[in-house]
């Protein structure tokens, strides 16, 4: 079992940045791939980046590429999301989510074990 927690988000204008973090607590989190996902109102959950669980493999949705980064520090137990050039379309609720699949770098929300609470990210225009 791991348990994680998102915590950074908030209401930005866009163009901003924010850098979400995702803290996980329970068994070694360093065997898990990470990703993020997220949700907005009316909506299917989305796959927008993730990283290995080396962090030497990331994968981005297209609608990400070139503004987000996903990066893991294991030592700290902590993934994080850089979100620069915030668009109005970004806003959501982002999920964090830990796999255990030998895939490197899963997109499906099946593919994941744990998840998150979530964390709002509100960009206003």
């Known amino acids: 079992q791991v348990q994680l927690v998102e915590s950074g988000g908030g209401l930005v204008q866009a163009g901003d940045s924010l850098r979400l973090s995702c803290a996980a607590s329970g068994r070694t989190f360093s065997i898990y791939h990470t990703g993020w996902f997220r949700q907005a109102p009316g909506k299917e959950r989305e796959f927008v980046a993730v990283i290995s669980r080396s962090g030497r493999t990331t994968d981005y949705a297209d609608s990400v590429k070139g503004r987000f980064t996903i990066s893991r520090d294991n030592a700290k137990n902590t993934v994080y999301l850089q979100m620069n050039s915030l668009k109005p379309e970004d806003t959501a609720v982002y999920y964090c989510?830990?796999?255990?699949?030998?895939?490197?770098?899963?997109?499906?929300?099946?593919?994941?074990?744990?998840w998150g609470q979530g964390t709002q990210v509100t960009v206003s225009s």
């Open positions: 989510a830990a796999a255990m699949t030998s895939v490197a770098t899963p997109r499906r929300s099946r593919d994941f074990n744990f």
